[in-house]
């Protein structure tokens, strides 16, 4: 059973920047993927940045250019780089990872492992 621990979120000014991190308990680097989603109260959770199970890397378009994926297969962990924040980013962050999935940037119902979350809290 895969677990997945967030850690990295915070509160920041618009403009700032923040680092996400998802270490996962078991070796991801290969028939798994990944993805960050985030939620808001009263809204579904929406994907932000996924990495396919190929390695190829996809972004939701509203984070596209501010937001950066990346992972360290050593570590097991799947970060994710947050720049030039907007108030609209402020949610709470999920980890979400599946095996034998090619693509994780889907809809959240599909996927079986999640992290607890982390709040990300942009001020303007």
């Known amino acids: 059973q895969v677990q997945l621990e967030e850690s990295g979120g915070g509160s920041v000014q618009a403009g700032g920047s923040l680092r996400l991190s998802c270490t996962a308990t078991?070796?991801?680097?290969?028939?798994?993927?990944m993805a960050w989603f985030r939620q808001v109260p009263g809204k579904e959770r929406e994907g932000v940045a996924g990495l396919d199970s190929d390695g190829r890397i996809r972004y939701a378009d509203s984070v596209k250019g501010r937001f950066t994926l990346s992972k360290d297969n050593v570590k097991n962990t799947l970060y994710l780089e947050m720049n030039s924040l907007k108030p609209e980013d402020t949610a709470m962050y999920y980890c979400a990872a599946d095996i034998l999935r090619l693509r994780c940037l889907t809809d959240y119902r599909f996927l079986g492992h999640w992290g607890q979350g982390t709040l990300v809290t942009v001020s303007s």
């Open positions: 078991v070796d991801t680097s290969s028939r798994y993927c």
